[in-house]
């Protein structure tokens, strides 16, 4: 199906492993964004990308990870999860007219 | 550096009121305002936008926006609610130019009742 998705949806892991979350998006928008979503702070941009192999980082980067060596995934790894990483996260992508279309999420759980 | 305060982190309301949910916003450059809609377990959609134009902004499912650059502010608006409106709702911001990246106010979540 066209669209963006994520995977996996569901993810505990326990402190000190890495995960890494997947986006892939069947538009070949050329903007790509990492967010996560917590209580009381809406949403906070982690990671973008603009294009292939061009990746900056956003409001709250420390301790995430991005590579983009195709246009369509914009993986987010966590190198070695911290309980403060428990979060949902969202990737999104964007053409050049402004609006982002959002994944379905990605709801993960630190031990 | 943009940012926006979405004034009420709840509002509940009877099914077939009107219902307002508030965003106000700084910048120091021209910004174009977006607001976004979160069912539950869901990502977010896109409500509707303003780039520039025409201040008043129709959107889907019946929601308006106005742009007030005199007030710094954004709100959103639908005449008569349904239940199905109950999610939460995201204001956010642009600063147009190259980059594309939002800022997301902290939401609001709107509760219809019967």
């Known amino acids: 199906d066209a669209g963006i998705t994520q995977s996996p949806r569901y993810k505990i892991t326990e402190t000190g492993r890495q995960v890494t979350l997947m986006c892939h998006q069947t538009?070949?928008?050329?903007?790509m964004f990492w967010y996560r979503q917590d209580l009381g702070h809406g949403l906070r941009l982690i990671y973008y990308s603009a294009a292939a192999d061009i990746t900056d980082k956003g409001e709250v980067p420390d301790g995430y990870v991005v590579s983009r060596s195709k246009t369509e995934n914009f993986p987010l790894t966590l190198e070695s999860a911290t309980r403060s990483q428990t979060s949902v996260y969202f990737c999104a992508s964007s053409d050049f007219t402004d609006t982002q279309y959002f994944g379905p999420g990605t709801r993960l759980t630190v031990l | 550096a943009q940012s926006v305060t979405q004034l009420d982190s709840q509002v509940p309301v009877f099914e077939e009121a009107p219902v307002e949910l508030r965003c106000n916003y700084s910048s120091s450059v021209s910004v174009y305002l977006f607001w976004y809609v979160q069912y539950p377990n869901q990502g977010l959609q896109l409500l509707l936008k303003?780039?520039?134009?025409?201040?008043l902004v129709k959107g889907i499912n019946g929601f308006e926006a106005e742009f007030n650059k005199s007030q710094t502010s954004f709100h959103l608006r639908k005449p008569s609610v349904h239940i199905s409106d109950t999610a939460e709702y995201f204001c956010a911001v642009s600063g147009g130019g190259s980059n594309y990246k939002l800022t997301f106010g902290k939401g609001t979540l709107l509760t219809v009742n019967p």
């Open positions: 538009w070949s928008h050329s903007y």
């Open positions: 303003y780039l520039s134009g025409s201040t």
